[in-house]
T-cell receptor, first 116, second 113 residues
Framework: AQTVTQSQPEMSVQEAETVTLSCTYD???????LFWYKQPPSRQMILVIR??????QNATENRFSVNFQKAAKSFSLKISDSQLGDTAMYFC?????????????FGSGTRLLVRP | DTGVSQNPRHKITKRGQNVTFRCDPI?????LYWYRQTLGQGPEFLTY????????KSRLLSDRFSAERPKGSFSTLEIQRTEQGDSAMYLC???????????FGPGTRLLVL
């Protein structure tokens, strides 16, 4: 069974600084997607960034980028120029493309606080 | 496109009562998912619909839980004879068939007293 591990329950960063959130996963599959979702306090979960396993190039979305190390099964999220609005729970998630349901398997999350 | 909506947003009930939650997915999304999120944890998959067919159920979905998606549009999740362990946030998500990204609703927070 696939598992996703986020080993940092809480992180904090000064506004405008850079922070990296860690995620490791375990799978024997080769065709999968990885996601980072953001869940602000009392608001709904939104997609931050996603990575297709067969693509070697790391995904980037504006201030958000990933470091995808397939052999190490590592998928970290880097947030550059942190903003107060980045304060949220961040969840790493795995999707097995061979599983017809496309269900997501989530880690336990990292609570990020951006300090002014 | 108004996004995924869920009602009610909050529900407090007494142990043993039945509760029903509703999810309205993004229009034309044919996949619909229910997840449960307990405090301090990530969401866990409960069940999945493709159109009106319920194609997969997690072992977390006990006999007291039932979900429907009549006509492939909105979905309901019913919990019968609620227990205190059912207290959680229930999240709904939807996606298009060829799209891997799931779009989440705001969730229904259930508290069983």
């Amino acid at each position: 069974a696939q598992t996703v591990t986020q080993s940092q329950p809480e992180m904090s960063v000064q506004e405008a600084e850079t922070v990296t959130l860690s995620c490791t996963y375990d799978t024997s599959e080769n065709n999968y997607y990885l996601f980072w979702y953001k869940q602000p306090p009392s608001r709904q979960m939104i997609l931050v960034i996603r990575q297709e396993a067969y693509k070697q190039q790391n995904a980037t979305e504006n201030r958000f980028s990933v470091n995808f190390q397939k052999a190490a099964k590592s998928f970290s999220l880097k947030i550059s120029d942190s903003q107060l609005g980045d304060t949220a729970m961040y969840f790493c998630a795995f999707m097995d493309r061979m599983d017809s349901s496309y269900k997501l398997i989530f880690g336990s999350g990292t609570r990020l606080l951006v300090r002014p | 496109d108004t996004g995924v909506s869920q009602n009610p947003r909050h529900k407090i009930t007494k142990r043993g009562q039945n509760v029903t939650f509703r999810c309205d997915p993004i229009s034309e999304h044919n996949r619909l998912y229910w997840y449960r999120q307990t405090l301090g944890q990530g969401p866990e998959f409960l069940t999945y619909f493709q159109n009106e067919a319920q194609l997969e159920k997690s072992r977390l979905l006990s006999d007291r839980f039932s979900a429907e998606r009549p006509k492939g549009s909105f979905s309901t999740l019913e919990i019968q004879r609620t227990e205190q362990g059912d207290s959680a946030m229930y999240l709904c998500a939807s996606s298009w068939d060829r799209e891997e990204t799931q779009y989440f609703g705001p969730g229904t927070r259930l508290l069983v007293l």
